[in-house]
């Protein structure tokens, strides 16, 4: 499994990956379960938005539950609160929306598993370093099950794999994606995994604003992996990090 090197919350992620027992990385005190929901069907980006804001509102008036969200959205590019306009290579190849996440340029479709993560960091420690370090361990143990390793590089946001072909240099592509917002120490937006995505709509963009470096998915690696198995690792590697799940109906 690729582990963090040089994040500032390193040490902790250190600890855990050394320690014994049943310990989650960032699971709550009292170990409540968080609903996990999966839409089987594409999801409207904006209806998405406003879903998943309902219930950060929600969580932090003590009116809803924890939530992880699974789905995929149709072709669309979305724009981070640091985003660059001449990042934005094709724009009218798909739709084009705002977003209050961090990060850049990223772009969505089918193929490609989104997790909105809906989270109360009041209960697991208030640290948005411990946060991101969590969301980059979960995705590197689900990849993991399928014997992919997982890299975390310093200056270079979300998780990367190492390519190598014979007579040529090896290269890193990247493979998940993170980008988060709190409000009022509540999480929403999250991390999106390339399963099978039409890689060619990525060039519409540069992606996270990351000229130097590509993107690949499961299947591009020669996984033939479905939808349902990367729900299970992803669902098994939640737990490990963050503690235990219960299903729950989708937001909408």
Not at 62 to 72: A, K
Not at 178 to 197: A, T
């Amino acid at each position: 499994m690729g582990q963090p090197q040089g994040h500032i919350a390193g040490d902790m992620l250190d600890r855990w990956l050394n320690s014994e027992g049943p310990e989650t990385l960032l699971g709550r005190p009292d170990a409540r379960p968080v609903g996990w929901s999966i839409s089987r069907g594409p999801v409207d980006y904006q209806a998405a938005v406003a879903a998943m804001e309902a219930r950060a509102d929600a969580i932090a008036e003590g009116r809803g539950e924890e939530q992880v969200w699974l789905l995929e959205h149709p072709p669309l590019y979305t724009a981070g609160v640091t985003a660059k306009a001449g990042d934005l290579i094709a724009p009218g190849r798909f739709p084009v929306f705002k977003s209050g996440r961090g990060g850049q340029y990223t772009y969505h479709g089918p193929g490609q598993r989104v997790a909105y993560v809906m989270l109360d960091l009041r209960e697991r420690g208030r640290d948005v370093h411990a946060f991101v370090t969590a969301l980059e361990t979960w995705i590197t143990e689900a990849l993991a099950a399928f014997n992919v390793e997982g890299l975390i590089r310093p200056g270079r946001v979300g998780v990367w794999v190492e390519r190598r072909q014979p007579g040529a240099d090896a290269r890193e592509d990247k493979i998940a994606a993170i980008g988060v917002k709190l409000r009022r120490w509540v999480s929403f937006h999250g991390i999106s995994l390339n399963v099978e995505p039409n890689l060619s709509h990525f060039d519409g963009i540069v992606p996270c604003g990351i000229r130097e470096h590509g993107v690949t998915s499961l299947v591009d690696l020669g996984l033939p992996v479905t939808m349902d198995e990367v729900d299970g690792a992803l669902r098994g590697a939640f737990a490990r990090v963050f503690g235990p799940t219960v299903e729950v109906e989708p937001p909408i």
